[in-house]
């Protein structure tokens, strides 16, 4: 059964940084785009960065304006998203999907459980 397992999360003040990693296993890891996603308290969960490991193309959400930056470590089936600048706004509960319909979380074929973040103000 493939498996997402995504680590990282915690409690940052409001400006700090953090990294999330998803570990892949149980399946090819070039054959899928990795994705995070993220879905705060009372919202719909929304696509945050993509990458094809498998091409080296990243994607990204227009709102994260630099602040994070997606990468992986094929060798370790590892993909990371760096967290800077952080804002309250961006407390929610961040997962790793994989698939090719990033940024539609539809679109996605597995999902990691998630991690949740809060950043305090």
């Known amino acids: 059964e493939v498996q997402l397992v995504e680590s990282g999360g915690g409690l940052v003040q409001a400006g700090g940084s953090l990294r999330l990693s998803c570990v892949a296993s149980?399946?090819?890891?070039?054959?899928?785009?990795i994705a995070w996603f993220r879905q705060a308290p009372g919202k719909e969960r929304e696509g945050v960065s993509c990458?094809?490991?498998?091409?080296?193309?990243?994607y990204y959400a227009e709102w994260t304006k630099g602040r994070f930056t997606i990468s992986s470590d094929n060798a370790k089936n590892t993909v990371y998203l760096q967290m800077n600048s952080l804002k309250h706004e961006d407390t929610a509960v961040y997962y790793c999907a994989a698939g090719w319909g990033f940024p539609e979380p539809d679109g996605m074929d597995y999902w990691g459980k998630g991690t949740l973040v809060t950043v305090s103000s």
């Open positions: 990458i094809a490991t498998s091409e080296g193309s990243k």
């Open positions: 149980r399946f090819t890891f070039d054959d899928y785009a």
